[in-house]
């Protein structure tokens, strides 16, 4: 069964422009997580998605948005990119059942702002 | 408030046990995680645990909770240079915070052939 899929595995852009993220869940689940994990800040929640409504948002300026579609899958924006949003964010995929999160992991986009 | 507070490295011997520790503030935490994240990789969730247990084991590995201390360890016996990676403890406080998980800064466990 495939696992949480992210693309790019890679992006480059610059200052200024705007950068998209996408998602694939695990089939079957329902909720999306989105985190940056930036140097020496650690993992920072951004977002969560279920059922495509937004249900909670980190702390994180409005230029950080996101949508799930009717299949599940995500994509995370980022408008206006700054240098201090480059870093790797990581997609998540889980069912929440009876309180429990156990969220799967993608391997992340590694997004550089130069 | 949310806080998830780890040790930042350990360094251990092949073949000898690490033991990594975690302390968490939110005493509404219900389930609390383990994940192991190599070089350059995502996040690999390696076990959880149900606030209403005080261990869990999974071959290698086991999970020890103190909820009254909101300390929670994480076992590794014999330890293998595979093992080498950042390790991340993480909380959810599904009640109050919904499916967010608040991780850990995460300890970098080197081992040594």
């Known amino acids: 069964e495939a696992g949480v899929t992210q693309s790019p595995t890679h992006l480059i852009k610059t200052r200024g422009q705007q950068a998209t993220l996408r998602c694939s869940p695990i089939?079957?689940?329902?909720?999306v997580y989105w985190y940056q994990q930036a140097l020496g800040l650690g993992l920072q929640f951004l977002l969560w998605y279920d059922e495509g409504e937004e249900r909670n948002r980190g702390n994180f300026p409005p230029r950080f948005s996101g949508r799930q579609f009717p299949n599940y899958s995500s994509e995370l924006n980022v408008n206006a990119l700054e240098l201090e949003d480059s870093a790797l964010y990581l997609c998540?995929?889980?069912?929440?059942?009876?309180?429990?999160?156990?969220?799967?992991f993608g391997q992340g986009t590694r997004l550089t702002v130069v | 408030g949310e806080d998830v507070e780890q040790s930042l490295f350990l360094s251990v011997r092949e073949g000898d046990s690490s033991v990594i520790n975690c302390t968490y503030t939110d005493s509404s935490s219900t389930y609390l995680y383990w994940y192991k994240q190599e070089p350059g990789a995502g996040l690999q969730l390696l076990t959880y645990i149900f606030s209403n247990m005080d261990m869990k084991q999974d071959q290698r590995l086991t999970v020890l909770l103190n909820k009254k201390d909101k300390h929670l360890s994480l076992r590794i016996a014999d330890t293998q240079t595979g093992d080498s990676a950042i390790y991340f403890c993480?909380?959810?406080?599904?009640?109050?915070?919904?499916?967010?998980?608040?991780f850990g800064q995460g300890t970098e466990l080197s081992v040594k052939p």
């Open positions: 998540a995929s889980s069912l929440v059942v009876g309180g429990n999160t156990e969220a799967f």
């Open positions: 089939s079957g689940h329902t909720s």
């Open positions: 993480a909380e959810n406080a599904f009640y109050n915070q919904g499916g967010k998980l608040i």
